[in-house]
């Protein structure tokens, strides 16, 4: 007699991507491991998404669509999660797609491991290019400390949601922050945290599609000031609960000091709210600085080094002058309107 696996609950909130819909949701009923609750949250996508979420639940009962108001992922994903019934919630973005073992190997690792969380790597499809975005091979196991450290570095380990598959009671008293886009910022690290073992295999599963005009691509002012928001947030908790992670919680907020400027950059005009927020958070890394440079800078490439340099510098200028920063990453061309805050 064969042993009933565990109902995994996979939440795909969906939004305007009539496009790439199918692949998507194609992609997690073909999966090798069978026993899902598919939740398909249509977040009043305008276009014709209502009608192919419909369709596909026609063809397959494990699929639940809810049609609502469009108020953003953060809802989507969160009336997700209330409706979830599985022992293990898992997330997939409706523009991307998943490998067919996806869930199959996770469950395994994460069952056999006793782990609260599995993370798996993934590809970075940019213009039909899969590029792995993490070389590590293998399984490794983490306690709590070392991924949310993992997590502050940002190298290794994101904060993306949809990578990953939870116990569903890390949910319990954790929701994805309402009205905030870069949501996951503002979520996974307090999962985590309720963690004593996490799992992360080097095998790509997810593919992550780097849309042109995604959020990430295409940031508004709003949008900045959410992520500026929900990662001073975080830093202010990191500070008070966790001594431990002091550097690396100094580190990746000076780091969001640098993408906040160059996506600023960007903006055709500069109001005097984002001003206010950016000149705030110059000032907090710089206190930081002052008392930790060499410690700070130690996680910068040079390059960086002199960037964030010159932004700490702001404040003390008056000029006017045009400047150009630049990092292998990052070009920032700061007009007078950011060199005067």
């Keep these: 007699m064969s042993v009933k696996k565990d109902l995994i609950s996979i939440i795909i909130p969906v939004y305007k991507v009539e496009k790439y819909l199918e692949k998507c949701l194609q992609s997690v009923i073909h999966q090798t491991y069978q026993n899902l609750q598919i939740i398909v949250i249509d977040d009043g996508s305008p276009d014709n998404c209502g009608k192919i979420c419909d369709q596909y639940a026609k063809l397959d009962s494990r699929i639940e669509v809810i049609h609502k108001e469009n108020e953003g992922l953060y809802a989507a994903r969160n009336l997700g999660i209330s409706k979830a019934k599985g022992k293990y919630i898992g997330f997939v973005d409706s523009d991307d797609w998943i490998s067919e073992h996806m869930y199959e190997h996770m469950h395994q690792i994460i069952t056999e491991k006793k782990a609260d969380v599995c993370i798996c790597n993934f590809y970075n499809v940019i213009e039909n ?7 590590n091979k293998g399984i490794q ?13 940002d190298k290794k380990i994101q904060s993306y949601a949809w990578n990953k598959l939870y116990k569903r ?5 954790v929701q994805y922050p309402v009205g905030k886009k870069y949501e996951d910022i503002g979520t996974t690290f307090y999962v985590l945290e309720q963690c004593n073992k996490i799992v992360v295999t080097g095998e790509p599963e997810y593919y992550y599609f780097n849309r042109a005009d995604s959020i990430v691509n295409h ?6 000031l959410d992520y500026m928001e929900l990662v001073n947030d975080r830093y202010d908790y990191i500070e008070k609960r966790y001594k431990e992670l002091k550097k690396y919680n100094e580190y990746y907020l000076a780091k969001i000091l640098l993408t906040a400027y160059a996506d600023a950059s960007r903006l055709e005009n500069i109001e005097k709210k984002i001003k206010k927020e950016l000149n705030k958070m110059n000032k907090k890394v710089k206190g930081i ?3 930790d440079e060499k410690e700070i800078y130690s996680f910068f490439g040079k390059k960086q080094q002199k960037q964030l340099t010159e932004l700490l ?9 045009k400047k150009i920063i630049t990092n292998p990453t990052i070009t920032l061309s700061m007009d007078p309107q950011l060199e005067s805050i």
């Design 129 to 135: 290019e899969n590029k792995i975005k993490n070389a």
């Design 141 to 153: 196991e983490y306690n709590k400390l070392q991924i949310l450290k993992e997590v502050l570095l």
């Design 169 to 173: 009671e890390l949910f319990n008293e």
């Design 219 to 224: 940031n508004t002012e709003q949008t900045i």
């Design 289 to 291: 600085v002052q008392k």
């Design 313 to 321: 510098k702001l404040n003390e200028k008056k000029t006017k002058k």
